[in-house]
């Protein structure tokens, strides 16, 4: 059995969670009959610091742009309300981008919160000096890093990070990519694909095309990928329930967005469900005061 390195426990609810080095997490209830997991707070928050981003892809659903507004990362009263071990999902646009990013990550170490950031790959093989920094100072735990072609020297560098994990989106990537990444013990995170601003009118059925090949393929993907990890769109658009008995789904499946993750866009200064909910609310200075608002949005 692989023995791994244990990053930090903490109890969330009626339950504690185990945060792993490698990403890995465990959930286990107080009382061992008890399978419901309730969150007295965010376990993960999809953190938006940015829109400011110079690839202009024509699938954006963040609709980043070259000019786009960086938000105020410091004078958040939230941030001083984060439990330890929370993890942040820092994005953008590009995070890089953003001149405040190193001292912002340097307060959440100090706070003891788990941060990853995801950058396009073209900003990953640009700005490589600057990941080696956040990774050496221990300022991030993760990166993902979005895919968007194949090439030699974009795989032989990411291979020497053993906590990225290559984002994909569903629709987008090309199949034959995925397969000449199988093997390589690379980690990968399929994402869905985004009908929204940018996204919406890009959307064709070449989109739909791609789709049904990953559809028909997931199999060979999962099995080419050390580890294959899907968000909830993406589980939503590949129907993944179909290829799990009850017990391993409910062992698999980490919960519906507003579960146990939220979002906060800090440039228009507004959190939600998510980064595609249209339904926002402006920001609180409690963590705990917004996500129980989250949790609420499907029953109100
Ligand atoms: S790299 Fe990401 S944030 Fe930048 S334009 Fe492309 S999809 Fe948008």
Known sequence: MVKLNLLGTYRNGNYNVSLY??????RETLVPEDTSFIADFPECIDLKITNQ???NCPYCHENSTKDGLHGELFNNEFINTLKPYTELAIGGGNP?????LIKFLELLKLKNIIANITVNQTHFMQDILIIDKLINEDLIKGIGVSFTSY????IRLAQKYPNLVLHVINGVVDYNDLVKMFGKDFKIL???YKNIRRGADYYSQAIEGNKKIIYDNIKEIVNGFKVTSFDNLAIKQLELRRLFTKRKWDEFYMGDDGQYTMYIDLVNREFAKSSTSFERYFLKDNIVEMFNLVKTLDKL
């Not at 080095?21 to 465990?26: A, H, I, L």
């Open 53 to 55: 981003c110079t690839m």
């Open 21 to 26: 080095f490698d990403g890995t997490k465990v």
């Open 151 to 154: 090439d030699d020297n974009f």
């Open 96 to 100: 890089l981008s953003h001149p405040d």
């Open 190 to 192: 399929i994402l869905g």
